[in-house]
């Protein structure tokens, strides 16, 4: 999981080169912004073609058309720019990756990573909501408000095979769950499934 964490969040700061890369290309927005660099390597400053990398230091000035920049140094177009965003990505996604797989590891125990995760609690009844923990000992057992209040007395569940059992007023099944068949009994469903 915290592996999954990790390359989802490089993808997305790649995703994001990318859109500032575009928009640089298309729409001249130089998003990727430029840095004044006073030395410079580049195969292409090898006369003989060898792919020799050659260095430039102590860049001062530079002309593009005979005219003068002055920036005093070389202006690089945006590769420093993006490396930075994607040095910074990078520790932002091993740091909480790292968070996160010892979260996972310990079973939600931790104060680190419940201080990024938001929380929700619901109110039933007046009551004061439950206590934030994932220990099933401490919160006690799972409760359901009342249908009474916003539900018809009779809740009709449908089982798997297309039939529907009542379920009684006062009780509200588990969400994500259904009658598994053949011919099983759950929540008041007793449907016959075909053979």
Not at 82 to 104: Q, R
Not at 133 to 148: I, L, Q, W
């Amino acid at each position: 999981m915290a592996l999954v964490a990790f390359c989802f969040s490089m993808t997305v700061g790649v995703l994001w080169e990318f859109f500032e890369f575009g928009m640089d290309r298309l729409f001249q927005m130089d998003m990727q912004k430029d840095t004044v660099v006073n030395s410079i390597t580049s195969v292409m400053l090898d006369p003989t073609n060898s792919n020799i990398p050659v260095t430039i230091d102590g860049i001062t000035s530079v002309q593009v058309n005979g005219q003068e920049l002055g920036f005093g140094g070389y202006l690089d177009i945006g590769l420093y720019d993006t490396m930075e965003d994607l040095f910074v990505n990078f520790i932002g996604a091993v740091t909480f990756s790292v968070i996160g797989y010892f979260y996972i590891k310990h079973r939600g125990h931790g104060k680190l990573a419940k201080a990024f995760i938001p929380t929700i609690t619901d109110k039933v009844d007046g009551a004061a909501p439950p206590e934030n923990t994932t220990d099933r000992h401490k919160r006690g057992p799972r409760t359901y408000p009342k249908a009474g209040a916003f539900l018809s007395p009779l809740i009709p569940l449908p089982c798997v095979c297309g039939a529907a059992a009542p379920v009684p007023s006062g009780t509200l099944p588990p969400p994500l769950y259904r009658p598994r068949c053949p011919r099983q009994r759950w929540w008041g469903c007793s449907c016959r499934c075909p053979r």
